[in-house]
């Protein structure tokens, strides 16, 4: 396979999207989001109404960060254990501590059972109709049907069809619009949300790009029609997403793309502070944590008479503080130490090494 720019280029940069991607989200939920359901007695001076598109960010970067890591991964269970360590633990500790949170000083309308919590655990609750412990965690069941859909892909030897598993997927997609919009016919709930059919665009746009990337780093002639299957690509997913959710939305994925892209291959140096690259580290424990207990908390802080302002500055520290202590305690030592473990398990099955 040819040598890939995106191999060797500083991915902090994707990094510090992300970051900014999650804070935006987290702005949303405070300043906008907490305004509608919760309806405190002043409002903010600002709002964020534009922040949840953030999570269209994230699926694009999920897109280009998952092919790349396939691309890498030497045997299925590589992958399978690279996405385990990074998503679980902190999930499992997100979990517990909402859970407990919002139990001991409520969130009228976010309440949750222990069984429904439990439910929680593999991130495909939402099949079975149990309530998310916190709403953030519908993105996560998308995030892990778009991993098994790749890790199928790849499993299947199938990765460098990706262009055409695009195609049909977006193709289902489209019929799905057609069919409710000529038709009046809805088809089954159960496939869309199986295939992922409504971020399925935003993933396949994040593909695109990883591979736009190797091809920026490609000396000799790319494989022939690739450039033309990255076009249709593109162009196919643009198409859905301006069909489902309007020619803003479109434009946006195109702007969000070619921002993703340029990250990727290191051209936005005002991405590398120092500040930015800390949020970016923070992102994920950022997003499981912040919504319920960010919400309790402004609730506790309203109560007491703080100001509407002040209580989403504090709620804001508190949660960056929280997400930067998970990181520390949690995140990174639970994934050190499980891809260790699978490393070492890996050299016992192979067995010592014996020079010539």
């Not at 222990?114 to 309530?131: E, K, T």
């Not at 892909?153 to 990765?159: I, S």
């Not at 500040?275 to 402004?298: D, F, K, Q, R, T």
């Not at 990181?327 to 192979?350: C, D, F, L, N, S």
């Amino acid at each position: 396979m040819p040598p890939s720019s995106a191999a060797s280029v500083r991915l902090d940069q994707v990094d510090a999207l992300r970051g900014l991607a999650a804070l935006a989200v987290v702005l949303f939920h405070y300043t906008t989001q907490h305004q509608k359901l919760f309806a405190p007695v002043t409002s903010a001076s600002f709002s964020v109404p534009w922040g949840h598109l953030g999570v269209n960010l994230f699926f694009i970067i999920s897109g280009f960060v998952i092919f790349m890591t396939l691309d890498r991964c030497r045997q299925p269970m590589d992958f399978v254990v690279s996405r385990f360590s990074r998503l679980f633990p902190s999930y499992w500790l997100a979990i517990g501590l909402t859970f407990a949170v919002v139990s001991t000083f409520g969130l009228p309308g976010k309440e949750v059972s222990l069984w429904q919590a439990l439910a929680n655990v593999f991130m495909l609750h939402g099949f079975a109709h149990v309530p998310h412990v916190d709403g953030v965690y519908w993105t996560l069941e998308v995030e892990m049907l778009f991993y098994i859909a790749m890790f199928t892909l790849y499993r299947t030897g199938r990765l460098s069809s990706i262009h055409r598993a695009i195609a049909v997927l977006l193709s289902i997609k489209l019929v799905y619009l057609a069919c409710g919009q000529f038709l009046a016919v809805d088809l089954p709930w159960i496939l869309h949300r199986a295939l992922f059919l409504s971020t399925a665009p935003w993933f396949a746009l994040g593909i695109c790009v990883r591979q736009m990337t190797q091809l920026a780093g490609v000396t000799q002639a790319p494989a022939p029609g690739l450039k033309r299957s990255l076009a249709g690509s593109v162009l196919l997913a643009l198409l859905t997403i301006a069909w489902g959710e309007g020619w803003p939305m479109a434009l946006l994925a195109a702007g969000l793309t070619a921002l993703v892209y340029a990250a990727a291959l290191g051209r936005l140096p005002m991405l590398r502070m120092k500040l930015l690259g800390w949020l970016g580290a923070i992102s994920y424990p950022l997003y499981l944590l912040h919504e319920n207990i960010g919400w309790v908390l402004m609730n506790q802080l309203l109560a007491r008479g703080l100001p509407t302002d002040v209580t989403i500055a504090l709620t804001l520290v508190f949660s960056l503080a929280l997400a930067h202590l998970v990181t520390q305690a949690v995140e990174r030592p639970a994934m050190a130490a499980i891809r260790r473990r699978w490393v070492q398990r890996q050299g016992a099955k192979r067995g010592p090494v014996h020079s010539a």
